[in-house]
């Protein structure tokens, strides 16, 4: 019998072990590639934006905007069998996006596609909860003089 000497069984472990992680590490960044080469063959490509927005050609628009646009195209006959939602340079898909998209789905009747950290995933409206499409609303601005007081502090006039 061959007995091989301690050291060399370890080093031999470690350059398997390295070689592993070596090719672990190639093979990870293969899936971000098939959601860019895919865009192509979707009849619509729309993009996540924040606060539950999208942006659709070009425009920023509210989940309800973005209703009302497919309905035009609906009207005009010119309808979307499919639709890619990606991630836009301000923001990532969100839960949000996704239940506005369910609500689109079902309504307008058109696939949904989504790009999940790199990978492509058809959106189930069954699984995912459908959210009533809502327009956007800007966060409201305090006065710079109401800035910094709180509801229950005493007024500056006092009163007794």
């Known amino acids: 019998?061959?007995?091989?000497?301690?050291?060399?069984?370890?080093?031999?472990?470690?350059?398997?072990?390295?070689?592993?992680?070596?090719?672990?590490?190639?093979?990870?960044?293969?899936?971000?590639?098939?959601?860019?080469?895919?865009?192509?063959?979707?009849?619509?490509t729309i993009q996540a934006y924040k606060s539950g927005q999208f942006l659709v050609d070009g425009a920023v628009l509210s989940a309800l905007d973005t209703g009302s646009h497919f309905a035009y195209l609906k009207d005009q006959g010119r309808l979307p069998k499919t639709v890619l939602l990606t991630r836009s340079d301000d923001s990532k898909i969100r839960k949000q996006h996704l239940e506005f998209?369910?609500?689109?789905?079902?309504?307008?009747?058109?696939?949904?596609?989504?790009?999940?950290?790199?990978?492509?995933?058809?959106?189930?409206?069954?699984?995912?909860?459908?959210?009533?499409?809502?327009?956007?609303?800007?966060?409201?601005?305090?006065?710079?003089?109401?800035?910094?007081k709180e509801a229950s502090s005493p007024s500056t006039g006092r009163g007794y």
């Open 101 to 148: 998209m369910a609500r689109m789905q079902l309504d307008y009747g058109f696939t949904v596609y989504y790009d999940d950290k790199g990978t492509l995933k058809r959106m189930n409206a069954v699984e995912t909860k459908a959210r009533d499409l809502e327009d956007y609303h800007a966060p409201a601005k305090q006065n710079d003089e109401m800035k910094g």
């Open 1 to 44: 019998m061959i007995r091989f000497s301690t050291l060399l069984t370890r080093a031999a472990g470690a350059i398997l072990l390295a070689s592993m992680l070596v090719l672990a590490g190639c093979h990870r960044g293969e899936t971000k590639v098939a959601t860019d080469t895919m865009k192509g063959q979707f009849d619509m």
